[in-house]
């Protein structure tokens, strides 16, 4: 169907433009739009637009609806893959590219501890304020709302923050499916275990990650912990006394984890620059509370 829409030869300035573009890129301004049922409306554009028609109601069933020019994000990151936008082939397939939304919060803000918000800290903001990148909404562009504009790029020339962002996509949308009792019982006890003793040992935690023992990922019944450290996770030299950390946040969480059901397993340790790599394939990445 997509094929049978595309013409043989785009227009140049379309393709010139793209070419400028790659994954990473803001855009100022970008259409925003989205379909909803009316019916059932969930954001305020939605009720808004049914005008409190509910289920039954004579709102019509289906509308396509887009943000007012000045309710705009100020900018567009652009999310898709960098050969997908700028195309190196004699003839284009991808006549549209996604971007989500970017838009300033204060650096207290809940919102910044939710993994589907990106920081973008090279990015300049006023005191106190920061810019984000809302994963939630990826509306799909057509090409040519480039022409006529210029790439700003929100990591200030810095190639591995580029790259740091083009990972996180990849796991927003790779990531296996987890029940929400993992959630509450590994990343809130975690946030709550820092905020109760005040110590930062995050700097030694590269990544964390669970191992589901028994059960399934959508229904666990023992779940291990698995830290990954910068450096060995026995180092003597300038100790922060991260094993005693997790040891403490383990004996605070183990009933509220048989509360979900969850037999809370002992936390094992490892360096990461010796990670036994068929260990780390059986295990999933879950965002670090620490490292915010």
């Known amino acids: 169907m997509i094929d049978e ?98 838009y300033e919060c204060d650096e207290s803000d809940p919102l910044l501890g939710r993994d589907f918000i990106y920081p973008l800290s090279s990015f300049p903001a006023p005191e106190k304020r920061c810019w984000v990148a809302d994963l939630r909404l990826r509306p799909p562009l057509e090409k040519g709302v480039l022409v006529g504009r210029e790439p700003i790029d929100p990591f200030d020339g810095d190639e591995q923050q580029r790259i740091d962002f083009g990972v996180a996509l990849g796991k927003r ?31 030694r935690v590269y990544k964390l990650m669970i191992q589901v023992e028994e059960g399934t990922r959508l229904k666990p019944q023992s779940v291990r912990l698995h830290v990954l450290s910068r450096e060995s996770p026995d180092a003597k030299i300038d100790d922060d006394g991260m094993k005693e950390w997790f040891a403490s946040w383990e004996s605070a969480t183990r009933e509220i984890a048989e509360q979900q059901g969850i037999n809370l397993l002992a936390t094992e340790f490892h360096d990461a620059a010796a990670m036994d790599l068929t260990l780390y394939d059986r295990l999933v990445e879950i965002r670090c509370p620490l490292h915010h």
């Open 5 to 102: 829409g595309l013409t043989e030869e785009w227009p140049p300035e379309v393709i010139e433009a793209a070419d400028r573009f790659q994954q990473g890129d803001l855009i100022e301004k970008p259409p925003i739009a989205y379909a909803a049922d009316l019916r059932f409306a969930v954001w305020s554009l939605s009720r808004l637009e049914a005008g409190g028609a509910g289920p039954g109601g004579e709102a019509a069933d289906l509308a396509y609806l887009g943000l007012h020019a000045d309710d705009r994000p100020p900018f567009g990151i652009i999310i898709e893959q960098t050969c997908d936008v700028a195309e190196d082939r004699p003839a284009p397939l991808m006549p549209w590219f996604e971007v989500a939304p970017v």
């Open 173 to 203: 949308i790779s990531r296996a499916a987890l029940a929400e009792s993992v959630h509450v019982v590994i990343e809130d006890t975690i946030n709550t275990h820092k905020r109760n003793t005040g110590k930062r040992v995050g700097t």
